[in-house]
């Protein structure tokens, strides 16, 4: 797919024509430098926009040919986002928090104890109760991490998860999607800045102007097609 933004003299080619396959149950992360295109891509992935040429394929299905409000259902089942800032509600409790997408995607059904056992996990569970303004930033994203999976995604898209936390903050929350990816058996795709502290992951994708490559730049460089 490509994605062009803009026209005329502001016309950028944030994408241009990358093609690839992703498995289920693969750890892959995104990286390069910034205004290579990783966001773009992850939004496209996400249906958060739609490419300007190509398609993206999730589980089979064609999504080019989905209406807005397809589109709007299929993301709430089947994705699940986490982004740099945990974006919480402070108004709400951190409980309250991960259930949004629940609320959202209209499946109340035992909603709460996921929710609180999605918490166990994330080692948030003496917080549930507090409100989103008086926990952690390095908690905050434990609780966006929770939020991200409480609709059992079956992908995961992480966008610099970890990009405005502390380095000993950001290692617990890498070990965290890691063993969460593990355990769920769900596919996670996170672009990060931060390519050292995961260590071992199934596959790393870089993006350079628009363009994908597999495996780390730049020694393992080989383009996609
Ligand atoms: N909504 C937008 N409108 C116009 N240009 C954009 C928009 N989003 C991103 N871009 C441009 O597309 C390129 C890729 O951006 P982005 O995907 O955000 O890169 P990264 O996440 O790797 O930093 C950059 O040149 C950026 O300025
Ligand atoms: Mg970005």
Known sequence: MSKIYGTGENKVKALDNVSFSIEKGEFVLIVGSSGSGKSTLLNMIGLLDRPTNGTVFIDGIDTTNLTDSQISSFRNKKLGFIFQFSNLLTDLTVLENVLLPREIARTNDSAEKNARELLKAVGLDDQINKRANKISGGQAQR????????????????????????????????QLMKSMAKKLNQTFIVVTHDRQHFGDVDRVITIKDGKAFEGNPPSEMEVLV
Request: glycine share 6%; no cysteine; proline share 6%.
């Open 143 to 174: 609780a966006a991490i929770a939020r991200g999976l409480i609709n059992n995604p079956s992908i995961v898209l992480a966008d610099e998860p970890t990009g405005n936390l502390d380095s000993v903050t950001s290692e617990k929350i890498i």
